[in-house]
């Protein structure tokens, strides 16, 4: 029943079990207020309720109170740190392995999937360590505690109390098996509903403009829909269990008191025993009412325990180094094909090699596979076939991390973080001084503008960089690159929606960042092209032709029809 979450803590399990046995001492503890019960009862019926004795059971009481205080300030204390701690060692670890995952995964799992178990999973799990197993733990061990008093009143009335419990305890172990196949349910529709306010919020701008905002936007509230009803059905579908459980546990206490009163009658037990008894038959009763609830809560939060085995058992980028030992920095590519989905090939058969120092330009229609093959050299996926190599080391054989520190990437859409400027930039090298990140915006061409802002650096920018004009946003994407100052360059332009202004001063920026290293460029503009070293005319994740410009305008093929109609729209631009 616990196999998944000890796997989850690991080592840090058993630094739970000392704040959870204070728990537990605490709860036999509590036990002392019906001792003190059966006290007063014995001495009304005993007609002997004196004032010394209220002051003896007082402070029999308040010392209970302050053993009570103390070990729960240390368990519970206790049970909180230790279990936040652990806690918190699972979201770094979590998160550096999402980190080391093949994008694949992302691609296949939802947004609010994700986003669900980075929090609300998280924290259930929190809830069954901190919570959840130091009062399922406590509830039995009372229950076996009380029970055992009873055996020891009368064997018999022991036996026909462990019976009733055994009985009910089917019922309440089906309860738990609902909650949790409702549970997964639920969380389902929790991820759909994540899912869609994820998309609402993000799409804000869009939905706007078509007038779908609010109860218009059908998507969103039909989620909305979803989860009460999930969340109703939920609630209908345990109450049954839970209500069978506590009818049997509460008519059990009647039979069993008629059946106690009945021994006593006939002389097997005194009324002291008889006392006893029914004291601890209506303890035993709050508890097993209580174990039930605590019970199907429990089932319901272990769910989050598997999603988490989940995760973790996604198997990470495998490499067999940890340095890189590049000689230089060509690129090459030997026959490499690639699907995203299985069996739907985005690249095919792709060679080519980019040696250090030089241009290759990528180019052709949209979605080609020109994005794709630069992810392919920063091994965001795997390919399927083929092989891409760095000065002669293929690279799956090298840490993904290690690799990526001689890669700069400035990608088609810029993501630029809810923070400063200079915090935007700094991405590029953590170690970075200040008069680096200038030095850099400086030669990104966007000091400038930088400089203007009242806040300067120190300006936050709305999250995905929304506040700043796309122009802004790329140069200051290109500083971030600079600055981490790696010797190959994958430069996904996306030049099209710049004026002509900022067109060229993202071009001054990116001359400075490309200088002297291997670039490859997914080319838009005319000079950049025609500059290349090499241009790759891709089509349908094909090389349909590969040269320079004067070798590939010889040809008269694709790229003399695609320059064609370049020189042609640029006449019109003019
Ligand atoms: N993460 C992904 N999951 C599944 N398919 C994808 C993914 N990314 C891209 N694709 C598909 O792969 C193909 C190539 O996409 P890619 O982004 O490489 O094209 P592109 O040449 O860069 O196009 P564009 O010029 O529009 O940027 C497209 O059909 C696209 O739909
Ligand atoms: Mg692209």
């Known amino acids: 029943m616990l196999s998944d979450i000890k796997t989850l803590l690991g080592k840090d399990g058993k630094r739970l079990k000392k704040p959870i046995f204070l728990l537990v001492i605490d709860a036999l503890f509590s036990m002392i207020f019906y001792g003190m019960l059966y006290n007063v009862l014995l001495d009304l ?29 240390i368990g519970y ?4 740190t230790e279990g936040a701690g652990a806690t918190k060692v699972m979201r770094i670890s979590l998160g550096n392995h999402l980190k080391n995952l093949n994008l694949g995964y992302f691609n296949q799992n939802s947004i609010g999937s994700l986003t669900n178990i980075m929090t609300n999973d998280l924290q259930d799990f929190e809830r069954i360590i901190t919570h959840s197993i130091s009062d399922l733990i406590k509830t039995f061990c009372l229950s076996i505690y009380l029970l055992a008093i009873t055996f020891f009143i009368d064997k018999q009335l022991g036996l026909i109390q462990a019976i009733v419990i055994l009985a009910a305890v089917p019922i309440i172990y089906a309860g738990g098996q609902k909650a949790q196949k409702i549970g997964k349910d639920k969380k389902k529709v929790i991820d759909e509903v994540i899912s869609r306010m994820v998309e609402y919020i993000n799409g804000i701008q869009v939905f706007k403009s078509y007038n779908l905002i609010g109860d218009k936007f059908d998507r969103l509230e039909k989620s909305f829909r979803d989860f009460k009803k999930q969340s109703i059905r939920t609630e209908i579908s345990i109450a049954p269990y839970v209500l069978i459980f506590q009818t049997i546990v509460d008519l059990s206490f009647p039979v069993l008191l008629l059946i106690a009163v009945s021994k006593f009658g006939n002389g097997n037990i005194g009324s002291k025993e008889l006392l006893t008894f ?16 605590q019970y199907g809560e429990f089932r319901y939060l272990k769910l989050a325990s598997q999603k988490l085995i989940e995760v973790y058992n996604q198997p990470e980028i495998g490499y067999i180094y ?33 040696k250090e120092g030089t241009k290759t330009a990528l180019i052709g229609p949209s979605g080609s596979g020109k994005t794709t093959i630069t ?43 809810n923070d400063t400027i200079y915090n935007n930039i700094k991405l590029g090298n953590q170690d970075a001084s200040y008069e680096e990140v200038v030095k850099a915006a400086e030669v990104a061409n966007c000091h400038s503008f930088i400089d203007k802002l009242p806040l300067g650096y120190e300006t936050i920018v709305g999250e995905g960089g929304s506040t700043l004009s796309g122009g802004e946003k790329q140069r200051i994407s290109i500083a971030r690159a600079i600055l981490k100052d790696a010797p190959i360059v994958l430069l996904d332009e996306a030049t099209a929606s710049l004026d002509a202004d900022s067109e060229f001063e993202v071009k001054k920026s990116i001359d400075k960042l490309t200088k002297g290293r291997t670039v490859i460029t997914i080319a838009h503009r005319l000079n950049t092209i025609k500059d290349a070293d090499q241009i ?7 090389i349909e032709e590969i040269g320079n410009h004067e070798e590939l305008m010889k040809n008269k093929k694709r790229y003399y029809g695609m320059i064609e109609e370049m020189e042609k729209s640029k006449l019109w631009a003019i």
């Not at 080391?393 to 973080?417: A, E, G, H, R, W």
Request: net charge negative.
């Open 536 to 542: 790759i005319v891709l089509n349908q994740g094909k």
């Open 77 to 80: 204390t206790g049970i909180q």
């Open 375 to 417: 992810n392919l050299i920063a091994r965001f996926w795997d390919i399927d076939n083929g092989i891409i190599k760095i000065s002669g080391m293929d690279i799956t054989s090298l840490n993904p991390d290690v690799l990526l520190k001689d890669i700069s990437m400035v990608f088609q859409d810029v993501y630029l973080l």
């Open 45 to 73: 019926i005993n007609n002997d309720f004196t004032f010394a004795k209220i002051k003896t059971y007082t402070i029999i009481m308040s010392i209970a109170f302050i053993l009570r205080v103390i070990i729960i300030r």
């Open 322 to 354: 940890d340095k890189s030992n590049f000689k230089n920095y060509d690129i090459e590519f030997e026959n490499v094909s690639f699907a995203y989905e299985e069996g739907e090939n985005i690249l095919n058969n792709i060679s080519f090699v980019a």
């Open 278 to 293: 029914s004291i601890v038959n209506i303890a035993l009763t709050n508890i097993l009412r209580t174990f039930s609830v």
